[in-house]
């Protein structure tokens, strides 16, 4: 698959906890932190550009979210372009249904393990039927 990203909004952030490339986090501890999405459907700040591992925070890395725009996002779950997608319990993408948080528009087709490339939407306020 092609690779690719096109930036609407990126932002760095502190993480409270270990955060993997291309998954979805959601709000920390303090205002500047994220953690990692664990609640399935749920509402986030968007998806991680790079990996910040545990022993890389102590020394004071962060990560960078894509928060809009176009962004690469690892499969939990096949998905086929044009599903709206939403997150699940490991951050992953996976195709939304009944009243997930809206997260964006698969822009290619996978399956589980494969990263593709999401059109992301305003995923803190949208939480409505995609049925």
Do not use: H, P
């Amino acid at each position: 698959m092609v690779a690719y990203g096109n930036y609407g909004i990126a932002k760095g952030y502190d993480a409270d906890s270990e955060i993997l490339k291309f998954t979805a986090v959601t709000w920390g501890a303090d205002a500047e932190s994220v953690v990692a999405v664990t609640v399935a459907g749920s509402s986030g700040v968007g998806i991680s550009q790079f990996d910040c591992l545990t022993a890389e925070i102590a020394r004071g890395k962060g990560v960078t979210v894509m928060e809009d725009g176009i962004t690469e996002w690892i499969l939990g779950d096949t998905v086929t372009r044009g599903d709206r997608v939403t997150v699940d319990t490991n951050g992953f993408c996976v195709r939304a249904a009944g009243y997930d948080f809206l997260w964006g528009v698969a822009r290619q087709s996978g399956t589980a393990g494969q990263r593709i490339a999401v059109s992301l939407e305003d995923v803190k306020n949208r939480n409505e039927t995609t049925t």
